[in-house]
């Protein structure tokens, strides 16, 4: 029923920015919660920020005040503007939603790297 698509990952710096994007495509009447996750290598999917339709925001600690989420409900799409990037947000990030069927869905998935 929804299909998401991730862009804007990618090779940077340490200290430097990224803006990932999620847009959902399908067959849906609205999509309630939105989220980014992200997994490392050998570690667990750890929810990284989430957003309600209303804008209701939530951040994982080790994110909080450097990650922005935010979205465009005309567009069906989630945005992640993460600055100061660290070394340990190294993993890929995953978009998910949820509309008001019980199901979980997924993207596939954008590489971020954090290089010193």
């Known amino acids: 029923q929804v299909h998401l698509v991730e862009s804007g990952g990618g090779l940077v710096q340490a200290g430097g920015s990224l803006r990932l994007s999620c847009a959902a495509s399908g067959m849906f009447y609205s999509i309630s919660t939105m989220a980014w996750y992200r997994q490392a290598p050998g570690k667990q999917r750890d929810l990284v920020a989430a957003?309600?339709?209303?804008?209701?925001?939530n951040y994982a600690d080790s994110v909080k005040g450097r990650f922005t989420i935010s979205r465009d409900n005309a567009k069906n799409t989630v945005y992640l503007q993460m600055n100061s990037l660290k070394l340990e947000d190294t993993a890929l990030y995953y978009c998910?939603?949820?509309?008001?069927?019980?199901?979980?869905?997924w993207g596939q998935g954008t590489q971020v790297t954090v290089s010193s």
């Open positions: 998910n939603a949820h509309t008001s069927t019980p199901i979980d869905y």
């Open positions: 957003i309600s339709r209303g804008g209701s925001t």
